[in-house]
């Protein structure tokens, strides 16, 4: 009933930029918060940042003044711009929505299936 898709994962190199996107659909009446997590191999995923439906955003203090989470709330899309990309940012990235409200009116978290970014030279 609630899908969230990710794309433009891929490999970049130290110093590079990305841009990741997330679109969510489904039957579901809103989505207060999105955002993205990432695990790196052999490694705890762990949240990298988030935005509610109303703008406020928050960090893990490893990429601040790097990444960008940003919403397209009509779309029900939400994107990571990522630059000034480092080795130890290798991961899979993951979209998140913790508290989906759907048509059946269910909260549910909705995962997207991942989309790897690799930062080597």
């Known amino acids: 009933q609630v899908q969230l898709v990710e794309s433009g994962g891929g490999l970049v190199q130290p110093g590079g930029s990305l841009r990741l996107s997330c679109a969510a659909s489904?039957?579901?009446?809103?989505?207060?918060?999105m955002g993205w997590y990432r695990q790196a191999p052999g490694k705890e995923r762990e949240l990298v940042a988030t935005?509610?439906?109303?703008?406020?955003?928050q960090y893990v203090d490893s990429v601040k003044g790097r990444f960008t989470i940003s919403r397209d709330n009509a779309k029900n899309t939400v994107y990571l711009q990522m630059n000034s990309l480092k080795p130890e940012d290798t991961a899979v990235y993951y979209c998140?929505?913790?508290?989906?409200?759907?048509?059946?009116?269910?909260?549910?978290?909705?995962w997207g299936q991942g989309t790897l970014v690799t930062v080597s030279s």
């Open positions: 489904g039957s579901f009446f809103s989505i207060n918060v």
């Open positions: 935005m509610t439906r109303g703008g406020s955003t």
């Open positions: 998140n929505a913790p508290n989906v409200l759907t048509m059946n009116y269910r909260f549910l978290e909705v």
